[in-house]
């Protein structure tokens, strides 16, 4: 089988995207498939001429060449190529951005080819924040209350302040709306952080979400189609998921499964399905929660792309659960043909 992997793309994640399509090549080509690999912002291959995956990091010889805002478009224009004709399945190892707002899923819906996660209804509405909680909030799954504020180019009004400060409580979380990766999160104290917490997150999105401070343990539950895998407990060192604690080797700490009553771990696992069907994900996804000091759980978000490296939170719960990488990979591929067909 002709496996078209996609990595590395023009949000702010692409790092971690390439990081994720590097461990996603070898588990393939372990698999047997034939592989190839481009970067959707570019066009361009990922691969050397002896068959090396490229990411940002490398320090001999060639690295996957910057972004050029070119997004779906050059990808378009590569797959019309003939090199691509006979592709069975492309598998998504982007991460935020067009790859993961529902843009590059269209095109492939368009264009009639097969692929991993969800289609592009369920990665728009699981990219938009605010979107995400209003369904929540709808079908009675708790979240944490928060306001969304779209911000102009005068930047942050005195009026957005003052509502702020009589709605909320400090401290809040301020963050942006349609990004991933925690990048541009901030965790205000006091109302005079504010217009630097909004500030570092319109670097990321036009739309900042302000959302209520849940003190309490980090958990997600990633889920792969009717397969729910144990929850994952994660302790930053800081006290804060951000972006470090997620991407610095040993700023957080991860328990699998969770150190939870089995009562809390059965509902936040059947939370996490409902949440997964609110949205019509597909394939694999990961969903976060916060739990507070009396047991009381918030859904924060779905992630339908999740990071794909062999020491990232989905395949660590994969693992717990029985099911090795390139198990788990093959499962990916098996879902993309039954839930995007040709």
Request: aromatic share 8%; proline share 4%.
């Amino acid at each position: 089988m002709k496996v078209l992997l996609l990595a590395g793309g023009d949000s702010g994640e692409r790092e971690v995207s390439l990081d994720s399509g590097a461990a996603v090549y070898e588990s393939l080509k372990r698999l047997g498939f034939t592989v190839y690999a481009i970067d959707p912002a570019s066009g361009k291959s990922l691969l050397t001429s002896d068959g090396k995956f490229l990411t940002g990091r490398s320090t001999a010889g060639a690295t996957a060449a910057a972004p050029v805002q070119r997004g779906a478009m050059a990808l378009a224009k590569t797959l019309v190529t003939p090199a691509f004709d006979d592709i069975e399945v492309v598998f998504l190892a982007l991460h935020g951005g067009t790859g993961e707002n529902g843009s590059i899923q269209n095109l492939l819906e368009l264009a009639g080819m097969p692929f991993t996660g969800s289609d592009m209804t369920a990665s728009t509405v699981a990219m938009h924040k605010d979107m995400s909680k209003r369904l929540f909030q709808s079908e009675g799954i708790k979240t944490p209350k928060w306001k969304t504020y779209r911000i102009k180019d005068g930047g942050v009004s005195a009026d957005i302040i003052t509502e702020i400060n009589s709605f909320f409580d400090f401290p809040v979380i301020v963050k942006p709306n349609d990004s991933g990766s925690t990048l541009g999160l901030t965790r205000v104290e006091k109302s005079e952080q504010l217009t630097a917490a909004f500030e570092k997150s319109l670097k990321e999105s036009k739309i900042v979400l302000v959302e209520e401070y849940i003190a309490g343990r980090e958990l997600t539950v990633p889920v792969l189609d009717n397969r729910i895998f144990p929850v994952i407990e994660i302790i930053p060192e800081s006290g804060l998921y951000d972006y470090e604690a997620k991407y610095t080797k040993g700023r957080s700490e991860y328990i699998v499964p969770a150190k939870i009553s089995e009562k809390i771990t059965n509902q936040i696992k059947k939370t996490a399905k409902e949440v997964y069907d609110i949205l019509g994900a597909a394939g694999l996804a990961r969903i976060d929660f916060l739990m507070d000091e009396k047991e009381g759980y918030y859904c924060l978000e779905l992630n339908t792309l999740p990071g794909m490296t062999e020491l990232s939170l989905a395949p660590m719960a994969a693992k717990a659960d029985g099911i090795q990488f390139d198990e788990l990979i093959t499962m990916l591929i098996d879902s993309a043909l039954v839930h995007h067909p040709k």
